[in-house]
């Protein structure tokens, strides 16, 4: 019996009295000085951005759908001021009590700018593949129906998937209420965290946007005369966009997959009435990919 309890004690980890000197720099630097500056940067560029493309010349569906995607991403990285704010001011109250709200935020405004990531890229693979279709889809239903289209479903998705969070923040219903049993309370948050975020907004939204744009690289080789320029020109803007969404979603992906994996000696460790804890690696690993996440909405303006 004591073997196996050291067994499931080792699956388990070990508190650390004191944050350790790596997680601590860490920490300073990726959630306090870089998020703070790409904070400045990324804000700037996506006003300028969005003062851009509400030109009447560069009036169209495209445009005006990446306007949404960059105010979504001003949220993105301005809720993450309050991650900055909480790293160089830990003990502030102001911060300490915003910080549930800024991150339930966050959570929703990440989604949405995945998802309005797939919407524009099938916007320009319908017009780039399907060119005759698309010109007389905008034709019949109007520039302003196809965008709130495109818009509606991502907000509502959005939102839905982030429902448990909300009603957490709202103290509205919690899954602690619903499932009063605690080993039932950790399988399905682990399980409703499998799905949401990594299902829908990592590894579905990777192959999907894989598939898109490789479509849409076969369809600008075959190009016709109804492909006019600058349909190819903004599709090529929505591949560079993908590329960067993509090269930056591995990492996460990769630890999303990792955490899946312990799965199993969580769920033994709280059925063995032993808590798991985190190692300062993995929180290390954490702040890293979360401010991957907040660069990316930083550079799609670019």
């Known amino acids: 019996f004591t073997s196996t309890r050291g067994l499931i004690v080792s699956k ?16 300073f630097l990726v959630s306090g000085v870089f998020t703070s500056m790409t ?9 300028l951005s969005i003062i851009t493309l509400l030109h009447k010349k560069m009036r169209n569906v495209f445009n005006h759908l990446l306007v949404a995607m960059c ?13 900055a704010g909480r790293t160089f001011l830990p003990n502030n109250l102001l911060f300490i009590k915003i910080a549930p709200w800024s991150d339930g935020f966050c959570h929703i405004s990440v989604s949405a ?17 399907f060119p005759h279709t698309y010109q007389s889809r905008l034709a019949g239903k109007g520039h302003w ?8 479903p ?41 799905f949401h975020p990594l299902a829908t907004t990592c590894l579905i939204p990777i192959l999907m946007l894989s598939f898109l744009n490789l479509s849409i690289l076969k369809g600008s080789k075959k190009k016709s005369r109804s492909t006019s320029r ?3 020109s903004m599709a090529r803007t929505m591949m560079t966009i993908v590329t960067v969404f993509i090269i930056l979603s591995i990492p996460k992906m990769v630890l999303a997959l ?22 300062s690696k993995r929180w290390a690993m954490d702040i890293l990919i979360r401010y991957l996440v907040m660069l990316n909405s930083s550079i799609n303006f670019i």
């Open 71 to 83: 105010m979504v991403d001003l949220l993105v990285i301005l809720t993450n001021l309050v991650t």
């Open 39 to 47: 904070v400045f940067m990324g804000t700037i560029g996506n006003i």
């Open 12 to 27: 388990c980890g070990q508190p650390e009295e004191d944050e350790s000197e790596m997680l601590a720099m860490t920490k």
């Open 113 to 129: 700018s995945v998802f309005l990531t797939i919407a524009i890229t099938m916007e320009r693979y319908y017009a780039v593949c």
């Open 154 to 194: 991502v907000f509502f998705t959005a939102i839905l998937f982030n429902l448990p969070k909300i009603l957490q923040l709202t103290r509205i219903v919690s899954l602690a209420h619903i499932f009063p049993d605690r080993g039932s309370y950790i399988k399905i948050g682990i399980i409703s965290q499998v």
């Open 230 to 232: 600058m349909d190819l």
């Open 258 to 279: 990792y955490e899946v994996s312990t799965i199993p000696d969580i769920v033994e460790c709280y059925e063995s009435s032993c808590y798991y804890y985190l190692s």
């Open 145 to 152: 129906c196809i965008i709130i289209s495109y818009i509606f």
